[in-house]
């Protein structure tokens, strides 16, 4: 079974442009979550999608967004880029079935390195 | 709100010895908790995951407990590789939904 992809693998942005990460999960998983991890905050949860409805969201500002599509591939997208969101922007999917509590494993992607000059 | 921390920060270890790995949560009501490596500059790979209704789990060389009361859990590597160098985190998984709360991480290193 593939893992979960990401795209693309690095990116290099200048401050006010918009990106586009995208994440496709593992095959029959409809949970996808994603994450920043910097140096200074480590990894940081920003939200997280189950069958294309947003069920949680994490302290960030409102440039950050995110959909899921009816495959389950999802998409996250900041708008005006500032410097502090050079990042590495972390995927994971998990076979959370949205009944009861998760206690599924959580399964990561490599990963988009994001820069921003 | 749920707060993890690993200690140490960093461990520097030769090749052979056993080595415990220690992560501490503020909130014992969690559902599990998850043990991850990271290669420099990759993503995580999941090395074990503990219900909350567990005390331990093993793979391999490695063995995760877990101690919900006190907040607790120890990864334990026994008889260390170079290759496994790399940064260790734990994540505990507290709401609904599949949100995990991150640790800081130990890097460990593992000389020859």
């Known amino acids: 079974k593939a893992g979960v992809t990401q795209t693309p693998r690095y990116l290099i942005k200048t401050r006010g442009q918009q990106v586009t990460l995208s994440c496709s999960p593992i095959?029959?998983?409809?949970?996808v979550s994603w994450y920043q991890q910097t140096p200074g905050q480590g990894l940081q949860f920003l939200f997280e999608?189950?069958?294309?409805?947003?069920?949680n969201k994490g302290n960030f500002p409102g440039r950050f967004s995110g959909r899921q599509f009816s495959n389950s591939r999802s998409e996250m997208n900041v708008s005006t880029l500032e410097l502090g969101d050079s990042a590495l922007y972390l995927c994971?999917?998990?076979?959370?079935?949205?009944?009861?509590?998760?206690?599924?494993?959580?399964?990561f992607g490599p990963g988009t390195r994001l820069t921003v000059l | 709100k749920q707060e993890v921390t690993q200690i140490p920060a960093a461990l520097s270890v030769p090749e052979g010895e056993n080595l415990v790995l220690n992560c501490s949560f503020t909130?014992?009501?969690?559902?599990?908790l998850q043990w991850f490596r990271q290669d420099p500059g990759k993503g995580l790979t999941s090395l074990l995951l503990?219900?909350?209704?567990?005390r331990e789990q093993t793979s391999g060389r490695l063995n995760a407990s877990l101690d919900k009361s006190s907040g607790r859990s120890t990864l334990y590597i026994a008889a260390s590789q170079p290759g496994d160098s790399a940064t260790y985190l734990c994540?505990?998984?507290?709401?609904?939904?599949?949100?995990?709360?991150f640790g800081t991480g130990t890097r460990l290193q593992v000389t020859l």
């Open positions: 994971a999917s998990s076979p959370w079935t949205g009944v009861l509590a998760g206690d599924k494993e959580q399964f």
């Open positions: 095959s029959g998983h409809r949970s």
């Open positions: 999608y189950f069958s294309e409805t947003q069920r």
């Open positions: 909130d014992s009501a969690i559902y599990n």
């Open positions: 503990i219900q909350s209704s567990q």
């Open positions: 994540a505990v998984h507290t709401g609904t939904a599949s949100k995990l709360t």
